[in-house]
């Protein structure tokens, strides 16, 4: 899996001077928030033309202000699930850019690398050992991060179709599958359909078919068929080695940013490579 040399961060900032107060004509003050301009995993290659962020490689934010941290401890945005979002609204620069139709990837970039610039790399959190179990604190550097383009996508395997979708032939039922990468708005309508049923106690929930909910999603067209009906049929009928085959392909076609860092327990000294959870104290370091 190749990584771009350079870790996840801003590009550069604008030409703004320094942040400063200065009195303006009507006895009020002037602030200029800084912005900076963070690296999209996808470089806009997976947006369709006429999107605002179509072969675009970067997009520029701005830095977060008392005003966004008010959303992100706000009880009602939180319950219905859209601090973020709101978030993501607030900060980013061109106002025609929809953040629910943002890339999870690219998502994902804006969001870490607005935690760094607001409270710095240092993410302490609690982590429970894999090997012994113990709960115990862990500071993970965000600065770590690496952005994860999906060049080196083995096209024996899967047909990029310049549209934002991909094909592939299944290993086992040689059923010819088109799927799309999922955005911000996908992945939340997602999770509300498992936060749903789990508040339902359905025996059969979504929660208890991750999988088949994630297939479901990204699946396009089988055999050139688009019904969903179809595909659903599909998705529950497939040999595991077809799902596994087409959940791999996904994972390796989506521009995202890789939070994989080392964990050493310091109980057990068990090592190896964790991916950083982002738990809900992810924006809130120290509290």
């Not at 089988?222 to 599909?234: C, L, P, S």
Request: charged share 25%.
């Amino acid at each position: 899996m190749s990584r771009n040399s350079e870790r996840l961060g801003s590009k550069g900032s604008d030409s703004s001077p320094p942040p400063s107060l200065t009195q303006g004509d009507n006895g009020g003050f002037s602030f200029v928030v800084p912005t900076e301009f963070v690296e999209l995993p996808s470089q806009g290659k997976y947006y369709p033309e006429g999107h605002p962020l179509h072969n675009k490689e970067s997009v520029e934010v701005r830095q977060m202000t008392a005003k966004e941290e008010d959303i992100l401890t706000s009880r009602t945005l939180l319950k219905k699930g859209i601090a973020l979002d709101r978030l993501l609204t607030n900060i980013i620069v061109d106002k025609s850019i929809d953040p629910h139709e943002l890339l999870v990837g690219d998502r994902n970039a804006i969001i870490i690398s607005t935690r760094v610039s607001g409270y710095g790399s240092e993410y302490s959190t609690k982590v429970s050992c894999p090997s012994c179990g113990t709960a115990q604190p862990y500071v993970f550097d965000l600065n770590e991060a690496e952005i994860y383009t999906a060049d080196d996508l083995d096209l024996e395997d899967v047909t990029d179709n310049g549209d934002g979708t991909f094909s592939t032939i299944l290993p086992k039922t040689q059923l010819n599958v088109r799927f799309r990468l999922l955005t911000g708005l996908d992945e939340r309508k997602m999770l509300k359909l498992v936060d749903r049923n789990q508040r339902k106690k359905k025996v059969n929930s979504a929660a208890d078919h991750l999988i088949t909910t994630q297939l479901k999603s990204i699946i396009v067209e089988v055999n050139e068929h688009g019904d969903q009906e179809a595909i659903k049929y599909v998705v529950e009928n497939i040999p595991s080695i077809d799902a596994r085959h087409l959940r791999l392909l996904y994972k390796r076609a989506t521009p995202n940013v890789d939070l994989t860092q080392v964990f050493e327990c310091s109980s057990c000294d068990h090592e190896q490579e964790m991916e950083v959870p982002l738990n809900a104290d992810f924006f809130w370091p120290d509290r």
